[in-house]
C-alpha cells in the first residue's frame, strides 16, 4: 500500500513535501514511520541517496519510531535505483543484524537486481547462495526472487538453469506475487525470450482477477512495451500501452515518457505525439523530460515551430527546464535562421534560468554575427545591472571582439562609464534620502513615545500583540467609546488622551498610505529590531547588514526565519536608526530590495535579534 502512495507522488509535489516535512520538525511534532518511509523514498527519487542516508542514519540512530520492513525496502531500493550497490548492501546488512528482522528475500531482490545491472553475473548467484542458506535451503515469497535469478544465470551463459527457473512459474504454476511476474517477464524479454515473455502475459492477464488476485501490475505492462518496442512491433506497443487500464492498472508520466520516447527514437514522431495528447484524458501531467523529448525530435524532424511551442507549453505549465534544454532549443533554433525567435526565447528565460557565461556567449555571438551589436549592448547592460555573472575582463574582451568588426569598441567603454555614473547618482541619492528620514526622527518618536509610552518600564502583558492592530482601532475605537469604557470620573481626561491617541494612530496610517507597495506593518510598537520578509532563501548576513548600513550601526541579525527561510531580523544600535529606516522607505516609490526580490519590514516584537552563530 505504502508503494502505491509513493508512487503517486509526482515529482512537480516533491518540494511540497519535503517543506511539509520541515515544517513537521519546526512546529515539533513527531513524525511517524510512515511520513519517515516518504522522507525517504522522497529524497530517493530525486535523486539525493547522500541525503536520504544521511536522514536514515539519524532516524536510526536517535528517533523514538522504529524502522518497518518497509522502511528497510524502500531505502535499499533506492539506492539500487541510484546506482549505490554497495550502500545498499550495508543497509541490507544492518537490518539483518537488528532485532526482529528475517532475511528478506524482497531486499535480496533489489540487490540481485542491482548486479544484474552492472553486468555482474557471480554477485547475483553469490546473492541468491547467501538467502538461501539463511532460510534454510527453501526461499519462498511468491518467487519473488527467480526473475533476477534468472538475469544472473543469462548473465552467466547459463541459459537452461535460467529456463528452469521459469519452469517453475509457468509449467508448475508456482504461487507468485504481481513483482516476481515482472520480473521473470523482463528477464525473458531482454534476454531473447520474448515468445516465452508473451505466453507469460497472456497466462497473467487470464489469472489477474482484482482486488481478489493481482497478477499484472503496471511493471508487467511496461516490460511488455518494451519487448513489443525491442521486436519493432509498435502497434502491438502502442495497443497494449492503451489496454492497461482494462486491468486496473493506470499509466504514470515514466509509462507515458518510455512509450514515447522509443516512438520517437524510431521516427515515428506522429504516433508519440498522439500518446502524448491522451496524457491529459488520463489525468497525468507532463514532466519537463515530456517536453524536450518532444522538441528534440521536432527538430531532427524539421519542425522547428512546433519545438518551439513544446518549449513554450512546458515554461507556461509551470515547469522549470534545465539550461541544457534551453541551450539545445536556441541552438536548434539559430540552425534554421529563427534567430528572433531565439532571442525572444533568451529574454523570456534570463531571468528565469542561471545562465553561464557560455550561454551568453553564444547568443551575443548569434547576434553579432547578424549584425545586431545594439541587441549584443542590451545584453551587457543587463549584464552590468545583474550580479549573477561575472562580467570579468576575459568577458569582456570577448565583447570588444565582436564590437571591433564594425568599429564599436569604444561603445562598451562609455556604457561601463555611464552604468558607474548612474550607480554613482544612486547611491548619492540613497545616502540623501536617508539623511533626510534621519531628520524627521524626532517628531516621528516622539509621536511614537505618545502614542505607545516608555515600553522599557510597562509590563509584558502591555505590549500589543497583533492582533491589536492599528487599522481596528482606527476602524472602530472612537473618543467617547474609549472614555466610556473607563467609567471614571475622570472621563473628560481619558477623553483628551484617547482623542490624542486616534489623532497620532490616524497619522501612522497616512504614513502606511504613502508607499504604493504593502511593505510596512504598524501593528507593533517601534523597536529596535525589524522584522524582513520575502528575502531570498540564500541571502547572507553580509547582505542584511548592508541593507540597513545606510541608517545606522547593525549590530546583530538572524536569517533563515521562518518554515520557507525567507525572513530574517536586523538588530541596530539605537531606536531611532531602525525608525529611520521604516521611514526612508515610506516615503519612497520603490521598495527595498535584495537581490531584485521585494523586501518587505516592520517593527519587530522581539528586543533583541540573536544572531545565527
Not at 541468491?128 to 535469478?149: A, I
Not at 513489443?228 to 497494449?240: D, P, S
Not at 564599436?408 to 550607480?423: A, G, N, S
Amino acid at each position: 500500500m505504502l508503494f502505491s502512495m509513493l508512487s503517486s507522488v509526482s515529482q512537480s509535489r516533491y518540494s511540497d513535501l519535503l517543506s511539509l516535512h520541515r515544517f513537521i520538525k519546526k512546529a515539533g511534532v513527531i513524525p511517524n514511520i510512515i511520513t519517515h518511509n516518504l522522507i525517504f523514498q522522497t529524497y530517493l527519487d530525486c535523486h539525493k541517496p547522500d541525503t536520504a542516508l544521511e536522514l536514515f542514519k539519524q532516524f536510526i540512530n536517535n528517533d523514538p519510531v522504529n524502522p518497518s520492513s518497509t522502511t528497510f525496502r524502500i531505502v535499499v531500493k533506492g539506492l539500487i535505483d541510484n546506482n549505490k550497490v554497495d550502500r545498499a548492501i550495508d543497509i541490507k546488512d544492518q537490518m539483518e543484524d537488528a532485532k526482529g528482522f528475517a532475511p528478506d528475500p524482497l531486499v535480496y531482490h533489489y540487490l540481485m537486481l542491482g548486479y544484474a545491472r552492472n553486468s555482474d553475473g557471480d554477485a547475483v548467484l553469490r546473492l541468491y547462495e547467501e538467502l538461501e542458506g539463511k532460510l534454510g535451503g527453501v526461499v519462498e515469497d511468491h518467487g519473488v526472487v527467480l526473475g533476477s535469478l534468472m538475469k544472473g544465470y543469462f548473465l552467466k551463459g547459463m541459459e537452461n538453469e535460467a529456463m528452469e527457473c521459469y519452469q517453475k512459474v509457468f509449467v508448475e504454476g508456482k504461487k507468485m506475487s504481481d513483482i516476481a511476474y515482472s520480473s521473470v517477464l523482463d528477464a525473458l524479454a531482454k534476454n531473447g525470450k520474448f515468445d516465452e515473455a508473451l505466453k507469460l502475459f497472456h497466462r497473467m492477464i487470464k489469472e489477474h482477477n482484482p482486488p481478489a488476485k493481482l497478477v499484472v501490475n503496471l511493471g508487467c505492462f511496461n516490460v511488455m512495451v518494451d519487448g513489443y518496442c525491442a521486436e519493432g512491433r509498435f502497434k502491438e506497443a502502442i495497443q497494449v500501452f492503451r489496454s492497461m487500464g482494462e486491468y486496473r492498472c493506470r499509466p504514470d508520466t515514466l509509462s507515458f515518457n518510455n512509450l514515447m520516447e522509443q516512438l520517437c527514437n524510431n521516427g515515428l514522431i506522429l504516433e508519440a505525439e498522439e500518446v502524448y495528447g491522451e496524457m491529459e484524458g488520463k489525468g497525468v501531467n507532463p514532466d519537463e523530460y515530456t517536453y524536450g523529448l518532444l522538441m528534440d525530435t521536432c527538430f531532427k524532424e524539421n519542425r522547428p515551430d512546433d519545438a518551439a511551442g513544446y518549449f513554450r507549453k512546458m515554461v507556461e505549465s509551470g515547469l522549470r527546464p534545465n539550461l541544457a534544454v534551453y541551450n539545445r532549443l536556441v541552438d536548434g533554433l539559430v540552425k534554421v535562421g529563427k534567430i528572433d525567435d531565439a532571442k525572444s526565447f533568451f529574454d523570456l528565460m534570463v531571468k528565469k534560468l542561471k545562465m553561464d557565461v557560455a550561454s551568453y556567449q553564444f547568443m551575443m555571438k548569434v547576434l553579432s554575427e547578424a549584425g545586431r551589436l545594439d541587441d549584443v549592448l542590451q545584453i551587457v547592460d543587463m549584464l552590468l545591472d545583474d550580479n549573477g555573472v561575472d562580467f570579468d575582463e576575459e568577458f569582456q574582451e570577448f565583447v570588444k571582439v565582436e564590437l571591433r568588426k564594425e568599429g564599436r569598441e569604444e561603445d562598451l567603454t562609455k556604457l561601463m562609464e555611464e552604468k558607474e555614473r548612474l550607480k554613482a547618482e544612486a547611491k548619492a541619492k540613497e545616502a540623501e534620502a536617508a539623511e533626510a528620514a534621519k531628520r524627521r526622527i524626532g517628531s516621528g518618536f516622539l509621536l511614537t513615545s505618545k502614542l505607545f509610552g516608555n515600553k522599557e518600564t510597562e509590563p509584558e502583558s502591555a505590549v500589543a500583540t497583533p492582533a491589536e492592530s492599528l487599522e481596528s482601532t482606527v476602524a472602530t475605537g472612537t473618543v467617547s467609546e474609549l472614555a466610556e469604557a473607563d467609567g471614571s470620573d475622570e472621563g473628560e481626561a481619558k477623553n483628551d488622551r484617547a482623542s490624542e491617541q486616534l489623532t497620532g494612530l490616524r497619522l501612522l496610517s497616512e504614513m502606511a498610505s504613502v508607499s504604493s507597495q504593502q511593505q510596512f506593518r504598524y501593528t507593533q510598537p517601534p523597536s529596535k529590531v525589524l522584522h524582513l520578509r520575502n528575502l531570498p532563501w540564500e541571502c547572507t548576513e553580509e547582505e542584511l547588514i548592508e541593507l540597513g548600513k545606510p541608517f545606522g550601526h547593525v549590530v546583530n541579525t538572524k536569517r533563515n526565519v521562518g518554515s520557507n527561510r525567507n525572513q530574517a531580523f536586523i538588530e541596530f544600535a539605537d531606536l531611532n536608526q531602525a525608525i529611520a529606516m521604516i521611514s526612508y522607505y515610506a516615503s519612497l516609490s520603490e521598495p527595498a530590495q535584495v537581490r531584485g526580490k521585494t523586501v518587505y519590514l516592520h517593527s519587530a516584537i522581539f528586543k533583541q535579534a540573536r544572531n545565527n552563530a
